[in-house]
């Protein structure tokens, strides 16, 4: 068997993961077998303010679809310019970029490449090429050194076009002819390459149920050159309800590329909070404030379903009128780390607004969802795995009184010898890399490749990932 990329095996009738040295988030129920006292909760995002206004002529309030890309020290935020509302894909948009040291402070590149609004002296890196302006999504691809950095971007009306850049900054297209042609395409339309599958992926809106009386869903397409892809196949929910996800923003998650993580745009059409005077005050476009949104956390790990494990809002609008108008709060595409124990998420906020920004929220590192208990001690137990790190580590939080014991059990559920919950030395602390430890010590080398199966003994506390590593 192959599950994202992960070997699995049954044994007596139980599948048997591998997952060699993997991270492994809580983010979905995927390896846990049982749970007693703990839950499952999502994280919470800290919303650190505005960190690059839309204020350039060529910009405005209508700037969006944007994405975050972390390429070695420098992080790259790209972003549609649009100050005047307008059809989808007109030569008034164009495709901006902006550049930081460190992800928290931004500027613009002087880069002199298109004239837009009477000066080559912008930070626009595509103009005057309607409609691939109105949604230009690019990524990394690390596997190629000569085209780094890839991309697509169209309308319905033009098929996704493909394009490709060395640097990121100076791009051309790979060909005229569009890649994919069966879509909406009309909001972003994400890519990368799966190390999981092997593949190029492609993510996009698509209506499921009725065409445009249902709902703003995604499909996804797969290509092992960028070039050629498959027919697209609509991404399942599971049993969640069906809801209007304006962009799925799916990506790997950087610190465990086999498990994909989308910051999808939940939004809520006709859901109206501001009045038509609150509107005028705030200075909102008429067409943009009887809707609201915010964002949801989707994850998949490869295929054509998603999980929706966590129901409710990964991040709420916040205080203040302005927060509650249409396509506002939608996330820019990717998380990036930002700090030794810290990654950011980007979200467009004020929308259709003179105050139209980009806010940066923090979260710790795996912080997306955690296995959580209470004051009453509880415990997760994981469905039978394999290993090839020698030690356990985890991303952990307690409270003073808490605390997170760990047994490995054989796939009976029977405690192993020297690694029982009595063995067990106790953690307590907060930290992104513990090693766990019994009373022999953290050695597991010689349990490397035997079906185990692990139990947290969890009590006050926040367990966010774990991975078997080497030494």
């Known amino acids: 068997m192959f599950i994202s990329g992960i070997a699995a095996v049954c044994l007596a009738g139980q599948q048997v993961t591998n997952i060699g040295t993997r991270r492994e988030l809580f983010v979905d129920q995927h390896l846990i077998s049982s749970m007693d006292n703990v839950s499952l909760e999502i994280g919470q995002p800290r919303d650190e303010g505005p960190v690059f206004k839309f204020?350039?002529?060529?910009?405005?309030?209508?700037?969006?679809?944007?994405?975050?890309i972390k390429d070695g020290d420098r992080y790259l935020l790209y972003y549609r310019g649009?100050?005047?509302a307008g059809g989808d894909g007109s030569n008034i948009e164009t495709t901006c970029v902006a550049l930081s040291d460190d992800g928290i402070n931004w500027t613009r590149p002087d880069l002199g490449i298109h004239e837009v609004e009477g000066t080559k002296t912008n930070n626009v890196i595509l103009a005057n090429m309607a409609p691939l302006s109105h949604n230009f999504s690019p990524f990394l691809d690390t596997r190629d050194p000569k085209q780094r950095f890839k991309a697509l971007a169209g309308t319905e009306g033009s098929g996704l076009i493909a394009f490709t850049s060395a640097d990121g900054l100076h791009w051309s297209k790979l060909r005229d002819e569009p890649v994919i042609t069966d879509g909406m395409f009309d909001s972003q339309n994400v890519s990368f390459w799966s190390e999981a599958e092997q593949l190029y992926l492609c993510y996009f809106r698509t209506w499921t149920g009725g065409g445009y009386s249902g709902f703003r869903t995604v499909s996804r397409s797969t290509s092992k050159d960028f070039i050629n892809w498959t027919k697209p196949q609509p991404m399942s929910f599971g049993d969640a309800p069906m809801e209007h996800l304006y962009t799925n923003q799916t990506h790997p998650y950087f610190r465990a590329p086999h498990i994909y993580v989308g910051t999808a745009a939940r939004f809520m059409p006709g859901r109206q909070v501001v009045s038509t005077d609150e509107a005028n005050r705030l200075g909102v476009n008429p067409s943009?404030?009887?809707?609201?949104s915010d964002a949801v956390l989707l994850t998949s790990r490869g295929g054509y379903s998603y999980d929706?494990?966590?129901?409710?809002?990964?991040?709420?609008?916040?205080?203040?009128?302005?927060?509650w108008v249409s396509r506002s709060n939608y996330?820019?595409?990717?998380?990036?780390q930002t700090g030794p124990t810290e990654m950011s998420l980007y979200v467009n906020q004020n929308y259709a607004q003179p105050t139209s920004a980009i806010h940066r929220y923090s979260m710790r590192l795996d912080g997306l969802a955690s296995a959580s208990a209470g004051a009453e001690t509880g415990s997760l137990t994981t469905k039978p795995i394999t290993f090839t790190g020698p030690t356990l580590q985890i991303n952990f939080a307690t409270s003073a009184a808490g605390g997170i014991k760990i047994e490995l059990q054989d796939t009976t559920g029977r405690p192993i010898k020297g690694f029982t919950m009595e063995d067990s030395v106790e953690q307590i602390g907060n930290e992104i890399e513990r090693?766990?430890?019994?009373?022999?010590?953290s050695d597991l080398s010689a349990l490397i490749g035997t079906p185990v199966q692990i139990?947290?003994?969890?009590?006050?506390?926040?367990?966010?990932?774990?991975?078997?590593?080497?030494?």
Request: proline share 7%; hydrophobic share 30%; charged share 20%.
């Open 55 to 68: 204020d350039k002529p060529w910009e405005g309030p209508f700037c969006g679809y944007s994405t975050i």
């Open 82 to 84: 649009l100050p005047r």
């Open 288 to 292: 943009y404030f009887r809707d609201c």
């Open 308 to 323: 929706r494990t966590h129901k409710g809002a990964l991040i709420r609008p916040g205080i203040g009128l302005e927060n």
């Open 331 to 336: 996330p820019a595409l990717n998380l990036v």
């Open 435 to 441: 090693t766990a430890s019994w009373s022999g010590g």
């Open 455 to 471: 139990k947290f003994q969890m009590t006050d506390s926040d367990l966010y990932s774990f991975r078997f590593a080497g030494k």
